[in-house]
């Protein structure tokens, strides 16, 4: 290898100074889609996937039991039919024409034994996809294969139960998966997938190959997907905007995720874009008690700090001026999101200044948000405030939010703006905190919050549930628990002959197509 | 300690009768014997060195690996799950001695990420990274002792001054400019302007290609490096007896520059290549980053900056350490081949 391709190499380099016209590139390859991963997966179990990567593939392998709608809503995935009694009755039809990758026929039963050993699993990451599946309780399964129907309850109501049922770490697995945890792990069980594509092959690190199987008939009943998906689907890794965006003009890949300035590089020329949120920047005041954090019981500086901070001015120097305001806790294409500007503190540079002058302020951020991060520090400086700023690496960032509060006043919190599922986003600013098992990061006390947080996870109606959460989203604001910032926008683009999609907010891997 | 005495004794002088004990004569095969064990012995020295300090450095890197593995939504109690699984929760000594048994078995643990043998990921990656090291050694040491001998056979004598000139300032800029800028700026020039390139690897383009450029950008400065030492070794022994006899005697060039001069600047080429192999390795993992090479750069990077990964970066760490350590004693002992007296110790 190494002597062929020093060879290669050599000749090439000589030849390429006579060369003309562009690299050889993926021209040709019309059932092929070549695409990237900023890392590489870590496992190819669905249910213990943890990492962005994991979960990205496990939609390729694995079908869940619902969809994102391709505007709003949910559609089918293995189930045809959804119902609910209550927060905590539900009942799902399985289709009758799906099959493992191995001929199995996905009926109730496998669909029940799929989720019993996601909820039986000792694992970091399966306990994170119960958790948005099936809420903090016990949930029970119930099969009944002759009708076709799986019908779910919980010991503890949760209404958000169908979204967290289009999750692709609730993707079915197929019995020889759950036979062999080990091979599904490492993607060798052929029989385990229940998705459009299969592994056929993984270097670790490096990339995967997926095919698609040639049984495969369920896709969604997607409306305005246009093309035919790769037979062929290659991942490999490249986390650098600048080299995928070289790439993509060169053809060395059909399609790319930019985060950055490179996007610009593709407008017109037959790229086509989608967009989607893809993190959530947030400022947290932390106000635990007896933590000594200046903004512990000071609503009135809470607010003077949200109104020294020019949002934009955040968005030009720590997104490139790409991202979205905000204007809740998390993305505006999360279902019941409040997108209510009136509710988030003004910039008012002179008013921030009257309350902030002689502050000390400790900010914590994350160590690669350095132009955020200054420009924020220098907001509050330009206001009178000290501030003193600490940017750990993104592990310690992170413990330190969550069990440290006697070490930052306020925080930039980056959350993931994926899920979907808006509840998660509301119970970081109230409820229990780390310390006391929940996920409330600001430490805050909003018990008017909690009650109507808590009044949406037990409501059935849809509209009930985001009339309660936009509720505490209300109160989370009016009381300046913390005070968001920008959407992180991300865009795919597909060169000339590939597309993709975003559903609902959610970009679809599955939804590669190949248009020409 | 121990002493000796002028009684016990005493040094052959003039007049003094030389010993009756035989001289022992240290042989050629005694000088090889000395120093192939010596070397081995120094190898197993380093390389438990290696493994000892490389365990206790990556404590030292900052974040907490069960944070990292866990993810950004998972809850304490996800945490210490994570930590009690990868053996976190034990003390010092414990994961000391846990590892180093391991590693004597050949076996460095299984990675935090991928829940597989560390060694496994490394090795994957381990060929394209040689590939890339070894194809630009191979160029800089060809390319560059041809260029310095021809350079220094052109300026002999003080001949062509205008030649020397641009010579040691183009190669004195050009190896001053570091890998990964030479890197960008091949990227911009042969794959964003020109179009004659890959820019980075990509399965959609032949392996030899997309190489191309990361061998082009490791291989330049080296090239210059050995280029410059090479004309100055050139011009020395050009001014030397044996060859100032060979040109007296007519010897046809070929002859005399490879066979009479080639030899003799072999060794400093050869001495100058082990360091730049292992400078070499360094500047591989950084430019890996630039072309997307799947190499063992991008794996030490995210096992570092983003997973925390201890096992896959003691095992890439030790790999490492093993190429480079295995190298130079291949080196020397090619250059004990060539000179023995750089076998080192005294012969008669």
């Known amino acids: 290898m190494i002597a062929g391709v020093a060879l290669a190499a050599a000749v090439g380099l000589a030849l390429s100074a006579c060369s003309t016209g562009a690299p050889e590139a993926a021209s040709g390859t019309t059932d092929t889609i070549n695409a990237e991963l900023w890392y590489a997966p870590a496992t190819f179990d669905p249910a213990k996937a943890s990492a962005s990567s994991d979960v990205t593939v496990a939609r390729l392998g694995f079908d869940t039991l619902l969809r994102q709608g391709e505007t709003e809503g949910y559609v089918g995935g293995l189930a045809t039919d959804w119902s609910s009694t209550s927060a905590s009755d539900y009942t799902f039809t399985i289709r009758n024409d799906a099959t493992c990758s191995d001929g199995t026929a996905i009926t109730p039963t496998v669909v029940a034994n799929s989720f019993s050993y996601l909820v039986g699993l000792d694992d970091s990451g399966a306990q994170t996809w119960k958790n948005q599946a099936f809420g903090s309780g016990t949930p029970t399964f119930t099969p009944d294969d002759a009708a076709g129907t799986l019908s779910i309850s919980l010991s503890a109501p949760y209404s958000q139960l169908f979204g967290g049922l289009t999750r692709p770490g609730s993707g079915i697995i197929c019995p020889a998966g759950i036979a062999d945890p080990e091979g599904l792990a490492a993607g060798t069980v052929a029989g385990a997938w229940s998705g459009p594509y299969t592994l056929t092959k993984s270097e670790a690190g490096k990339s995967v190959q997926y095919a698609l199987r040639d049984d495969y008939k369920v896709w969604p009943d997607w409306k305005n997907v246009e093309g035919t998906p790769a037979k062929t689907i290659n991942l490999t890794v490249q986390a650098d905007s600048n080299t995928s965006a070289n790439l993509l003009e060169s053809g060395g890949v059909d399609l790319a995720r930019f985060y950055d300035a490179n996007a610009q590089r593709f407008e017109g020329d037959g790229y086509s874009t989608v967009t989607f949120a893809s993190s959530a920047y947030n400022l947290v005041f932390n106000q635990a008690p007896g933590a000594g954090s200046v903004f512990e019981g000071n609503k009135d500086l809470r607010a003077a700090v949200a109104q020294a901070i020019d949002r934009e001015g955040f968005n030009s120097a720590g997104l490139d001026g790409l991202g979205v305001e905000q204007n809740t806790v998390s993305a505006a294409s999360y279902r019941c999101a409040l997108d209510d500007s009136s509710l988030v503190q003004k910039y008012d540079p002179a008013a921030a200044a009257k309350v902030l002058n002689g502050k000390t302020i400790r900010l914590l951020m994350m160590s690669n948000w350095d132009p955020a991060g200054d420009f924020l520090a220098e907001s509050l400086r330009a206001a009178g405030a000290t501030v003193t700023v600490s940017a750990p690496d993104p592990a310690d960032w992170t413990k330190q939010m969550r069990t440290q509060p006697e070490t930052w006043d306020m925080a930039i919190a980056a959350e993931n703006a994926e899920s979907g599922l808006i509840h998660t986003s509301i119970a970081r600013y109230l409820g229990p905190t780390y310390a006391q098992g929940g996920t409330n990061v600001a430490s805050s006390d909003n018990p008017e919050g909690m009650a109507d947080y808590e009044a949406g996870m037990n409501a059935t109606d849809p509209d009930e549930q985001c009339a309660n959460f936009e509720a505490a989203q209300k109160t989370i604001l009016e009381r300046v628990d913390m005070t968001p910032l920008i959407t992180d926008t991300h865009r795919y683009v597909a060169r000339k002959g590939f597309a993709s999609y975003v559903f609902s907010g959610y970009w679809d891997i599955s939804a590669m197509r190949i248009v020409s | ?348």
């Open chain 2, 1 to 348: 300690m121990s002493t000796t005495t002028a009684d016990s004794f005493a040094a052959p002088g003039p007049g003094t009768p030389e010993s009756t004990r035989p001289v022992k004569a240290a042989t050629l095969a005694g000088a090889w014997r000395t120093f192939l064990v010596r070397r081995v012995v120094g190898l197993i020295v380093n390389l438990a060195l290696l493994v000892l300090v490389t365990f206790l450095i990556v404590q030292l890197i900052p974040g907490d690996p069960a944070t990292a593995i866990a993810g950004e939504s998972a809850s304490l109690g996800q945490v210490e799950l994570v930590r009690t699984q990868l053996g976190l929760d034990q003390p010092l000594p414990v994961q000391l001695w846990t590892y180093v048994s391991g590693v004597v078995q050949g076996d460095f643990g299984d990675s935090y990420r991928y829940r597989q043998p560390a060694m496994d990921i490394v090795m994957t990656a381990v060929p394209y990274t040689l590939t890339i090291t070894i194809a630009a050694v191979v160029l800089l040491l060809v390319l560059g002792i041809a260029l310095g001998m021809a350079i220094g056979v052109a300026t002999r004598g003080d001949r062509r001054r205008w030649l020397d000139l641009s010579f040691s300032v183009v190669t004195g800029i050009i190896s001053s400019i570091p890998t990964y800028v030479l890197a960008t700026g091949f990227v911009v020039v042969f794959a964003v302007l020109w179009r004659v390139l890959p820019p980075a690897y990509s399965p959609a383009y032949n392996i030899g290609a997309a190489a191309i450029l990361p061998i082009a950008s490791l291989s330049i400065g080296g090239i210059c490096s050995v280029a410059r030492i090479v004309r100055r070794e050139t011009a020395v022994i050009l001014e030397q007896d044996y060859m100032r006899t060979a040109r007296g005697w007519r010897l046809p060039t070929l002859t005399l520059y490879v066979k009479h001069m080639l030899p003799n600047l072999l060794t400093t080429a050869l001495t100058l290549s082990g360091i730049i192999l292992t400078a070499l390795l360094g500047s591989a993992l950084i430019t890996e980053a630039v072309f997307a090479w799947p190499g063992l750069g991008g794996v030490i990077v995210q096992a570092i900056a983003v997973d925390k990964d201890y096992p896959v970066i003691r095992a890439a760490v030790f790999v490492i350490g093993l190429i480079s350590l295995v190298m130079t004693l291949i080196i020397d002992i090619i250059l004990g081949i060539i000179d023995p007296r750089t076998l080192g110790g005294k012969r008669d």
